[in-house]
């Protein structure tokens, strides 16, 4: 499995921009980049997923490099609502979605 | 469309007692998992089902036991209940199959205390 490594927390204040980084530097060339967040006492939730592009969706960006050993899932307008634990997974299919530790987020007011 | 539905929310359990946590989906996903998570820690695989009739192990599968007779249902059952088995269970589940995925669907989770 590749590992990943993600800053342990966060901080940052509401509606700034966040960018939250992680390395996965052994990702094989196929898997996809997947990004979940759990909120405090609630499952997780999907938020977004590449392979090699830059993604957008309603909720977030992903930005890849080129050499795909790293990505960064940028919350345009923090709100007190995206405070939530962030994991960075590489996907290698076959049900296998393991969480590393992730990014505890904390947005001030 | 409810989702991924947990049952129970909360229990309760003795130490050497048996139960089974419940699992559905209305979504017609072929792919349920389910996940662990200890305080503070992350999610830990247990069982994950690709389809009906077929079940695999994750990364701690020791004293559960899962089934998956229908494609809505994916029960996981404790044998015989340890404290170290005190967590917050999750249920999961997603369509696409292969490395693109869109996502996995996790229920609310069910909180289990072994005393």
């Known amino acids: 499995d590749a590992k990943t490594t993600q800053p342990n927390s966060m901080e940052s204040n509401e509606e700034e921009p966040v960018h939250l980084p992680c390395n996965h530097s052994?990702?094989?060339?196929?898997?996809?980049i997947h990004w979940y967040r759990q909120l405090p006492s609630q499952g997780p939730e999907y938020v977004i997923h590449?392979?090699?592009s830059n993604v957008n969706n309603r909720m977030a960006s992903l930005a890849i490099a080129e050499d795909r050993k790293s990505s960064t899932l940028i919350l345009h307008r923090a709100t007190l609502r995206d405070a939530a634990v962030y994991y960075c997974?590489?996907?290698?299919?076959?049900?296998?979605?393991?969480f590393g530790q992730g990014t505890r987020l904390t947005i001030n007011p | 469309n409810a989702g991924v539905t947990q049952t129970p929310k909360f229990q309760v359990l003795k130490t050497g007692q048996s139960m089974t946590l419940q699992c559905a989906q209305d979504?017609?996903?072929?792919?349920m998992s389910w996940y662990r998570q200890d305080p503070g820690m992350g999610l830990r695989l247990i069982h994950y089902?690709?389809?009906?009739?077929?079940?695999d192990q994750g990364e701690v599968p020791n004293g559960y036991n899962v089934s998956r007779s229908t494609t809505e249902d994916f029960p996981l059952r404790l044998l015989s209940a340890a404290p170290s088995q005190t967590s917050v269970y999750f249920c999961?589940?997603?369509?696409?199959?292969?490395?693109?995925?869109?996502?996995?669907?996790f229920g609310s989770g069910t909180r289990l205390t072994v005393v």
């Open positions: 999961a589940s997603s369509y696409s199959p292969g490395r693109a995925n869109y996502g996995y669907t």
């Open positions: 052994t990702i094989s060339g196929t898997d996809y």
């Open positions: 979504m017609n996903h072929e792919y």
């Open positions: 997974i590489p996907y290698q299919g076959a049900q296998k979605l393991v």
């Open positions: 089902s690709v389809g009906a009739g077929i079940t």
């Open positions: 590449g392979l090699t």
